[in-house]
């Protein structure tokens, strides 16, 4: 299996049932490093790029908790927060109607 460090990251581009992936390396001023791993179809064997369209399904769940941790740690909101002061309408869970959602 090919190994391959990118200032101290050890990357593994194939593992099980993983055939390939893209990533990207950002810091405040903006983009650092791009690459993609592995193969976006093993048949043709066309290689995975930074460039491949990635569909992004169950992905985007992942997306969203990553994001809201940032946005925690960089104090623009409180996991304790309740989630109504953040939405234009009023959300509340029909079996606990009296009891407040929070982020």
Same mark, same amino acid.
């Given at each position: 299996?090919?190994?391959?460090?990118?200032?101290?990251?050890? +990357? =593994?581009? @194939?593992?099980?049932?993983?055939? !390939?992936? #893209?990533?990207?390396?950002?810091? /405040?001023?903006?983009?650092?490093?791009?690459?993609?791993?592995?193969?976006?179809?093993?048949?043709?064997?066309?290689?995975?790029?930074?460039?491949?369209?990635?569909? +992004? =399904?169950? @992905?985007?769940?992942?997306?969203? !908790?990553? #994001?809201?941790?940032?946005?925690? /740690?960089?104090?623009?909101?409180?996991?304790?927060?309740?989630?109504?002061?953040?939405?234009?309408?009023?959300?509340?869970?029909?079996?606990?109607?009296?009891?407040? +959602?929070?982020?």
């Amino acid at each position: 299996m090919e190994k391959r460090k990118l200032k101290g990251i050890k +990357i =593994t581009p @194939i593992i099980d049932s993983i055939k !390939g992936f #893209s990533f990207a390396i950002v810091n /405040e001023n903006g983009l650092v490093y791009k690459n993609g791993l592995g193969f976006s179809d093993l048949y043709t064997t066309k290689i995975y790029s930074a460039k491949t369209i990635q569909q +992004i =399904t169950s @992905i985007s769940k992942n997306l969203i !908790g990553i #994001s809201l941790i940032k946005t925690e /740690e960089l104090s623009y909101l409180s996991f304790k927060d309740p989630i109504n002061i953040f939405l234009p309408l009023r959300i509340t869970n029909p079996k606990y109607k009296n009891k407040e +959602i929070f982020i």
